[in-house]
């Protein structure tokens, strides 16, 4: 979250509905968050239950418990909640437009344009991909990331994976140029299977997350800076289509690479900065 808008809407609930998470460190404001109201945990995973807060915890697979819930449920008309929703959309736009951000909102924006309605994306540990957990749409399609920095390079094998059990429509990874490198090899298999997987790699020339909390917390970083490949020339090499974009021409390099069939890379050199988080030494205003 890491936003106080929307930590004081959740910490204000009288019954919070947590699906599918264990509120660990990354999904509770590094252990910040705190509910005033009745936790209902839904998870899978027995390990995770009830781990970080107490809660009626419910152990189950989140599609029946919901499909269950929801037989149960009676309809209740409708009141305040649309507003209250937009409200606080309003207002956290409103935060990320003071803070400078058009470039990040128009790459993430031109991903979405591209992307068509149903098909999956992977994203790999990268600042385009924190993004992309608060504020990308991912419609019909599926969402996968894997949160935490053991997650680097999973976005272009999860990818293939997803193309390999589907033919029929295109798969879409994101990494950095960091974690691009921990995966580079898997064009071999992109290409050798002929899997309908586009992978755009944001080059920043480093770990440009670490770099920025580096930066933040000492005034400099050390060792985020990256020897890396010209990332083009390395797919063509394996004979993988790829191209060179920028964020004017994402949308339609990006849109293109999705419609053709096949692998694909598309490379965007770009220094994308985070939002900054807001849920601490804020006055709550629920």
Do not use: C
Not at 32 to 54: C, M, W, Y
Not at 66 to 71: E, K, M, Q, R, V
Not at 182 to 205: F, K, M, N
């Amino acid at each position: 979250m890491e936003d106080r808008h929307t930590t004081d809407l959740l910490e204000d609930a009288d019954v919070l509905l947590v699906v599918g998470s264990g509120l660990g460190e990354l999904s509770s404001n590094y252990h910040t968050f705190r509910p005033r109201g009745q936790v209902v945990q839904i998870e899978a995973d027995l390990g995770k239950l009830e781990s970080n807060h107490p809660a009626l915890g419910i152990h189950a697979d989140a599609k029946p418990a919901l499909t269950a819930l929801a037989s149960e449920v009676t309809p209740r008309p409708k009141t305040t909640g649309a507003q209250t929703a937009a409200t606080l959309l309003a207002r956290v736009r409103q935060r990320i437009a003071a803070q400078d951000l058009d470039l990040e909102q128009r790459v993430l924006g031109a991903v979405r344009e591209a992307l068509p309605d149903d098909a999956p994306s992977f994203w790999d540990m990268t600042i385009l991909a924190y993004w992309a957990w608060s504020a990308f749409d991912p419609r019909t399609g599926a969402m996968h990331s894997a949160q935490g920095a053991g997650g680097l390079g999973y976005g272009l094998p999860a990818a293939l994976g997803a193309a390999a059990a589907d033919r029929t429509k295109p798969v879409l990874a994101v990494s950095g140029d960091g974690g691009a490198m921990y995966s580079i090899a898997e064009l071999a298999t992109a290409r050798q299977y002929d899997l309908p997987v586009t992978w755009l790699i944001v080059d920043d020339g480093g770990y440009g997350i670490l770099r920025e909390y580096m930066t933040d917390a000492f005034g400099e970083a050390t060792a985020t800076e990256l020897a890396r490949p010209d990332f083009v020339a390395l797919a063509e090499s394996f004979g993988v289509t790829a191209v060179r974009t920028a964020p004017d021409r994402l949308r339609a390099d990006l849109a293109a690479a999705l419609a053709a069939p096949g692998p694909s890379v598309v490379v965007l050199p770009a220094l994308l900065r985070m939002f900054a988080p807001t849920h601490l030494g804020e006055p709550h205003q629920g």
